[in-house]
């Protein structure tokens, strides 16, 4: 991994832990942070300084378009869901894009029973993807940008997982949306979410399920971490409502800070983003990530336990970027 985002990561540091039933959360800080000034999806949404739409009128599913009319970037965190036009999607990688801009941008679906326009233009859907299935995805990007350059997903890895998220909540989506599967367990989010709330300057947060560390998030600039705080608690919390009952332990700060060494300690290899800056591409003894660089400060870092893969999928892996053909076929 280059220097510069290794000493990065060296210098997030968890705060004091707190823990409600199997979830423990610890609070990220980074001393003396540099971050690139910019504007959420939340907030650029509702002030109508961004539009969201379908790339053309017919619509390809793999992609949309973001107008960004603001004077600063943009910044739309992996797993985002967007809502309403043809059929929800989620972003396949973060995107900071630039001010007073246009940019196509590399999404995957989320309601495959859907194709036809609810919306023109899509909203927040002020749900994140499960911090499993955004590792499931992580890791099929990663592969398909080894293999060819491109941000695409295994599309049917996804369908797979949101299924068996309806299945395990007994919920039935008329068009198998995943924010259907998140608005069943609302009330038990929201419970957790009030027992985490985001502290003056916190910049991300790392998070342990049963005493296992599942992952961590760390958006460098304050302000947009508030904004999105309690999206990605949620996108957390969903995964340890439902795994099986199992181990009730609890994670400590030495596990805490092992797991941001490990990031540190992974390999790594550096793709240009779709928007402005990097996309960093890591992989270490017991995680697997991203991170979204600009200039030389972090923008969005993304990490996800290996083993909280592997036990929805078998293995940790994902299905061969050929099987993917399902994904560019926009139906």
Not at 72 to 92: F, S, Y
Not at 256 to 274: H, K, L, N, P
Not at 289 to 306: D, E
Request: hydrophobic content about 40%.
């Amino acid at each position: 991994m280059e220097a510069m985002t290794v000493r990065l990561i060296r210098r997030i540091r968890p705060g004091r832990g707190s823990t409600h039933g199997r979830v423990s959360v610890f609070p990220l800080f980074m001393d003396k942070a540099r971050w690139v000034e910019h504007l959420v999806l939340k907030e650029a949404l509702q002030d109508a300084l961004a539009e969201v739409r379908e790339v053309t009128e017919e619509g390809r599913v793999p992609e949309l378009v973001v107008v960004n009319r603001a004077s600063l970037p943009l910044l739309i965190l992996d797993g985002e869901e967007l809502e309403g036009a043809r059929q929800n999607r989620v972003l396949n990688s973060s995107v900071l894009l630039p001010e007073k801009s246009a940019t196509i941008i590399p999404v995957s679906c989320t309601e495959q029973g859907r194709w036809s326009y609810r919306t023109r233009e899509f909203r927040d859907s002020d749900v994140m993807m499960s911090t499993r299935l955004r590792g499931v995805k992580n890791r099929s990007v990663r592969s398909s940008l080894e293999a060819g350059g491109a941000f695409s997903s295994d599309q049917g890895a996804l369908w797979e997982e949101i299924a068996a998220q309806a299945r395990q909540s007994s919920v039935k989506s008329p068009t198998s949306a995943m924010k259907d599967v998140h608005e069943a367990r609302r009330p038990e989010l929201g419970d957790y979410v009030r027992r985490f709330p985001c502290q003056e300057g916190q910049q991300g947060v790392l998070v342990a399920i049963g005493g296992r560390v599942a992952g961590m998030d760390f958006v460098a600039r304050p302000a947009s971490y508030a904004l999105l705080h309690e999206k990605i608690v949620r996108s957390y919390v969903m995964d340890a409502l439902l795994e099986e009952p199992g181990d009730d332990g609890v994670a400590d700060a030495s596990a805490a800070q092992a797991f941001i060494e490990d990031a540190a300690g992974s390999t790594a290899r550096g793709f240009d983003s779709v928007g402005l800056g990097r996309d960093i591409r890591f992989e270490g003894k017991r995680l697997f990530g991203s991170v979204l660089v600009h200039g030389r400060s972090f923008v969005h870092l993304a990490a996800f336990a290996t083993d909280g893969v592997a036990r929805r999928n078998g293995s940790g892996g994902m299905a061969g970027f050929r099987s993917r053909a399902a994904f560019r076929r926009p139906w």
